[in-house]
């Protein structure tokens, strides 16, 4: 049975009210700001940080534009991909892991998120490493993003866009401490900085579930060669 024409009117109506400027962020387009009480670290996660059209619409960019790498690592001697697929865009060059990433100028995209996430963190980034999770089999280790280039206390912005994966943090040495979970969802942002990255460290294991694509953005600061 086809809806009556009011539904669709109202569903127009709604979807058209939805603010469309992507730098709106605030309470009104409905973002939710989660704080957490956890010892040597400063976490802030910013649920619905985008609207989902605004969110699926950059996820269909960013998968298109994106000049998406396949790197490699060495692992007990044996070299293999890395489980996600990487790419870096900003001002100056960057590494980790052994891993030195090309650099791209940042594209219009790109520009546009670093842009709204500047302005709702009062903070300036250089570059983004981009992650591109295509299922529930890629996933990323545990690390902290402490290089040296990123300075002392390292202020990182990372945006989701996509299937929701689990994204966990555990304390480097109080092992009384839970490990924690946050659910990075489609148009978020978490923003990690004091001391977070010298005494947690973070994941984002594989899951055995039917999940979809996911990519993930974490913005830096790029400090120093
Ligand atoms: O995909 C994520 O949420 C985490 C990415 C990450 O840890 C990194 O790029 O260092």
Redesign the pocket.
């Given at each position: 049975m086809k809806p009556p024409l009011l539904l669709y009117l109202l569903l127009y109506l709604l979807d058209n009210i939805t603010p469309m400027n992507l730098f709106n962020t605030d309470e009104s387009s409905g973002t939710t700001i989660h704080t957490f009480d956890l010892p040597d670290a400063d976490i802030v996660f910013y649920e619905h940080f985008f609207t989902n059209r605004q969110s699926d619409e950059l996820f269909k960019k960013l998968k298109e534009n994106i000049r998406w790498q396949q790197d490699k690592i060495k692992l007990y001697g044996k070299i293999i991909d890395l489980p996600r697929l990487t790419a870096w865009y900003g001002e100056k060059a960057y590494g980790y892991s052994g891993i030195t990433m090309p650099v791209h100028p940042f594209t219009d995209e790109l520009q546009l998120i670093k842009s709204a996430i500047e302005k709702a963190t009062d903070t300036k980034f250089t570059g983004v490493?981009l992650?591109y999770y295509r299922n529930g089999n890629d996933s990323?280790s545990w690390?902290s993003?402490d290089e040296k280039e990123l300075g002392k206390n390292p202020i990182i912005a990372?945006v989701?866009f996509g299937a929701t994966?689990t994204?966990q943090l555990r304390h480097k040495t109080r092992k009384d401490l839970k490990k924690q979970a946050i659910s990075?969802s489609n148009g978020s942002l978490l923003l990690m900085k004091g001391s977070t990255q010298h005494f947690w460290e973070?994941q984002?294991p594989k899951t055995s579930k039917p999940i979809g694509p996911r990519i993930?953005l974490?913005f830096r600061d790029i400090q120093s060669h």
């Open positions: 490493l992650n990323v690390h993003d990372s989701s994966r994204f990075l973070h984002v993930n974490t």
